[in-house]
């Protein structure tokens, strides 16, 4: 046996259990204020369980979607500004999981830091609890993870996983076809992808994260760590109200790559640019990174968080109810024959 003044701990390799367990007794009042219909258990067991038939399924199939937040993660931990990322993070999913036609049911998380700080960490998870709320989704479980060596100073990583179901025969996208309208939901900003293009335009200028915002209130921070907007309580009640063909979530790749995606062989889509107008921010990264309109679409969703594509006959009372559900409508295009997107006029 060694002599117990030369004895390691795992605390002395920089790994602090007690820091985990208190973590995990801070953050369940927030995960309890997650529970839905189906949620069997609180946190603290080996896996999580869900009870899909008490979630008022009869022959569900379930659907999966896993992300992260990307290098708005940077701008976070540089800025101390942490809650936002946690909604971030459920959004990146769940609106993931609404473009399926599926109701997210519940979500769990990863932190991974070099040394945990309850304060910093609790600030994330209750973020995610937030999203969770939004999405009416639960919060089951999770794994914090201490990895000293792998991460340095404050630094930390996150991911999300989310699973939905659906009643067996209801996947979107389905019976997208010619004349079928395409509608934009409005974003809330950059949401979460892009940054590292952010981050250089933003170097470029040579103007910091904590000085005014060039094109909106407060700090350049704050503005570009505005949260994703969670898009799934209003689409899921449009898509119960019948109509709905195809939903695409334009994350990386913007509208020239993410709307394809739903589109059958043989058909494209035609998108009017002049249907709306940039929003600030990306008014300001265009002109600032002197962008062309093509590199914007393809990198930022340039406004439009959600398109929408929609049976002719349908569009309008589909646009009034997504208006009344707080959604910015965008009339965008129409679907016809033709392969990828095609665009008229120009951002302005």
């Known amino acids: 046996m060694a002599d117990s003044k030369d004895s390691l701990t795992y605390a002395a390799a920089g790994v602090d259990i007690d820091a985990g367990n208190a973590l995990v007794e801070r953050i369940k009042p927030a ?4 529970e839905r219909p189906g949620t069997m258990a609180g946190l603290g067991g080996f896996g999580a369980l869900f009870d899909l038939k008490a979630a008022g399924y009869s022959d569900p199939v379930l659907v999966a979607a896993t992300d992260g ?28 999981l609404v473009c399926q036609g599926a109701e997210p049911l519940f979500f769990l998380d990863y932190f991974a830091t070099a040394k945990l700080d309850t304060r910093r960490a609790a600030a994330v998870i209750d973020g995610i609890a937030d999203g969770c709320r939004r999405a009416g989704c639960a919060l089951i479980g999770g794994e ?11 630094d930390f990583d996150l991911a999300g996983f989310a699973v939905g179901a659906m009643e067996r025969g209801s996947a979107l996208p389905e019976n997208v076809g010619e004349g079928d309208v395409i509608l934009g939901l409005a974003s809330d900003g950059v949401h979460s992808n892009g940054f590292s293009l952010v981050r250089k335009i933003a170097a470029r200028a040579g103007i910091g ?35 709905i063909h195809g939903l695409a979530h334009i994350t990386g790749g913007g509208l020239t790559e ?14 009017a640019l002049d249907a709306w107008s940039l929003p600030p921010v990306f008014a300001w990264l265009r002109d600032e990174g002197r962008i062309l309109d093509a590199e914007m ?8 968080g959600m398109a929408v594509i929609v049976a002719q006959d349908r569009a309008e009372a589909l646009a009034t109810l997504l208006h ?7 009339p965008l295009g129409m679907v016809l024959p033709g392969d990828g997107v095609t665009y008229e006029g120009a951002l302005s």
Not at 144 to 154: L, N, Q, V
Not at 297 to 304: D, E, Q, S, V
Request: proline fraction near 7%.
């Open 31 to 34: 995960a309890k204020s997650t």
């Open 69 to 96: 937040v990307g290098t708005k993660l940077r701008l976070a931990i540089d800025t101390d500004r942490l809650d936002g990322v946690g909604i971030d993070l459920v959004a990146m999913c769940v609106n993931d």
């Open 144 to 154: 914090t993870a201490e990895m000293p060596g792998m991460y340095e100073g404050s």
């Open 209 to 243: 994260w904590d000085d005014p915002a060039p094109f909106g209130d407060g700090t350049l921070g704050a503005q570009l760590l505005t949260p994703t907007r969670l898009y799934v309580k209003p689409l899921l009640q449009a898509i119960r109200a019948g109509g």
């Open 258 to 271: 993410n709307l394809p995606r739903i589109l059958p062989d043989g058909l494209g889509a035609r998108v």
């Open 297 to 304: 679409l393809k990198t930022f969703n340039a406004g439009i």
């Open 324 to 330: 009344e559900a707080g959604e910015t409508v965008i």
